[in-house]
């Protein structure tokens, strides 16, 4: 009984706290005080002034943090690079636990380096409620793609903090290893074996980089070295009640219509093809061009049908580069076979051997948990910015947490939409608007 009123009580304090201007700040209802012996925990803190000016975000250290992360880069400014097991890898992780520390957290890590901070909620013994992302950076790009999800996510945690916020599920912020391909090949490395594959486990026995270091002495080196037995990464289905990460767009459409947070409501994957064409050689001059046997032409022309067949589809959220994502899973796979029937089409017409046609990689795309967005867009208006419900045509770690929980993602405009690059550029008023959203969605799944 006890149990059950005090949990009504902190959800009508955190409902009324953050949404509604008190104008009797001074007068305190012994009624209420009663209730709070009663429960155990405050319905009612004098120090509250209103809803809004409990969460502010302190901006100034936010973006301190995110210059002094990116000077810890194997390149100059203002590009970052910063490749899995690295020095300047090891350095960031150092910096990313210092900071869960000096926040309240318990950090832990596990054998590949996934960290994890944690503020226990009053009842930790149910499933917690995670958001995070990623610090490590392919060759000189920028220095906020993943690192706003991550130091947004300690931050949204400092925010509830000084607002006297108490969660009743246990929020964790989490830092996944290798999010981006640079040095195995494999993309959300980190996040892939959270969410249990046995196959990358198995395959990352036999990785190795361009200096031919396997992924297990990589990984010794830099710290990990009881990494033998990958499967102690998995995690159950349901070990998170929710999980939600903090991005920048990568894309241009919120900062071209003016709109301050991005509600995604799914997240394209992509699958990737390694084709490989034979041709015969020739002098290039002295072989005559209508029996030339050219494998370049043949992969050219086999990229202009990836090209026509993705534009096919009828949909914009087809996209086919050096791989083809969409929303559709269905609709992404039919582009795929008849990428394959030109591959097959064009090597006859070209008189070259379609020597290999291979599916690297063909994951399924995700969708965003409703109640998740919708405490999200609940935030956004008691917050009085500006949103819009889209979808992500870039994947992250959220693709591969949605496997172990309900999944949701909060977009922030990004100046022309440029990632991956040095120019990559989000307005620390941008970055602000979306700790703020986070940590008012955290607060909320974590009273659910």
């Known amino acids: ?99 869960m520390s000096l926040s309240g957290l318990s950090v832990q890590e596990d054998a590949v380096g996934n960290i994890f901070g944690r503020w226990d ?15 490590d950076a ?58 249990g594959s046995e196959e990358l486990a198995q395959l990352l026995k036999k990785t190795v980089d361009g200096q031919n270091i396997s992924f297990s002495d990589a990984a010794r080196l830099a710290g990990y070295e009881n990494n ?35 509600v995604v409501t799914a997240i394209a994957a992509p699958a990737s093809i390694k084709v490989d064409f034979e041709g015969n050689g020739g002098h290039a001059g002295a072989a005559l061009m209508p029996t030339r046997n050219d494998a370049g032409l043949a992969a050219a022309e086999l990229a202009l049908a990836v090209e026509k067949h993705v534009l096919d589809s009828g949909s914009i959220d087809t996209v086919g580069t050096v791989d083809t994502r969409d929303i559709d899973e269905k609709r992404r796979n039919e582009v795929i076979e008849k990428i394959k029937e030109s591959a097959l089409r064009i090597s006859k017409k070209r008189g070259v051997k379609l020597s290999e ?14 109640e998740i967005a919708k405490a999200t867009e609940s935030s956004c208006k008691e917050l009085n910015l500006s949103y819009k ?10 693709l591969f947490m949605a496997r172990i929980s309900p999944m949701g993602m909060i977009f922030i405009p990004c100046s022309k939409g440029y990632s991956h690059k040095p120019e990559e550029f989000s307005a620390i008023e941008d970055i602000g608007n979306g700790v ?12 659910s």
């Open 138 to 195: 392919i060759p000189y790009s920028g220095k906020y793609d993943g690192v706003v999800g991550v130091l947004g996510a300690i931050e949204a945690i400092n925010v509830l903090k000084r607002s006297g916020f108490k969660p009743k599920r246990s929020l964790e912020v989490i830092m996944f290893t290798s999010e981006e391909p640079t040095r195995f090949g494999i993309s959300c490395l980190g996040s892939r074996l959270l969410a």
């Open 1 to 99: 009984m006890a149990l059950r009123l005090s949990t009504l009580l902190v959800l009508l304090y955190f409902i009324y706290g953050f949404v509604v201007i008190s104008s009797h700040k001074d007068e305190y209802d012994p009624t209420i005080k009663t209730m709070e012996d009663f429960s155990g925990y405050p319905i009612h803190e004098p120090e509250f002034q209103d809803s809004l000016s409990s969460l502010s975000v302190d901006t100034e250290s936010l973006q301190r943090q995110i210059d002094e992360l990116a000077t810890l880069s194997d390149t100059p400014a203002p590009s970052v690079t910063r490749v899995l097991y690295t020095e300047k890898d090891v350095l960031a992780r150092r910096y990313i636990k210092n900071l």
């Open 121 to 135: 909620g009053y009842e930790p013994e149910l499933a917690p409620v995670s958001s995070g992302s990623h610090i």
């Open 389 to 398: 419900k889209m979808i992500s045509r870039a994947y992250h770690d959220s």
């Open 357 to 370: 046609f291979k599916i690297v990689n063909q994951d399924p795309p995700a969708l965003s948990d409703d």
């Open 228 to 262: 033998e037995d990958l499967s102690s990464v998995f995690l159950k289905k349901g070990s998170y009640s929710a999980f939600i990460e903090l991005h920048i767009e990568q894309g241009p459409i919120l900062e071209e219509e003016a709109t301050s947070i991005g």
């Open 436 to 447: 703020r959203v986070l940590a008012l969605t955290l607060a909320k799944l974590s009273i």
